[in-house]
């Protein structure tokens, strides 16, 4: 019974993890184009919400592999 509770523990911990990496990139993104700084380039905010899949995606796995959570 301990194991389970520490398993739906452990998966709280990576869902918490995953959506601080996300909150962080979208600041990124928000600093980067949203603010004074001025942006020359038109950017297409899709490309941002494909990266971010991408992204998360390589985050569960290092966190995965390296034990982390």
Do not use: C, K, N
Not at 8 to 25: C, K, N, S, T, Y
Not at 26 to 45: G, H, N
């Amino acid at each position: 019974m301990l194991h389970r509770h520490s398993e739906i523990f452990r998966g709280l911990l990576m869902l918490a993890d995953l959506v601080l990496v996300g909150a962080a990139w979208l600041a990124a993104y928000t600093l980067r184009f949203q603010t004074i700084f001025p942006v020359e380039a038109e950017v297409s905010e899709t490309r941002y919400v494909y990266a971010l899949g991408g992204i998360l995606a390589v985050a569960f796995w290092t966190f995965r592999a390296l034990s982390l959570i």
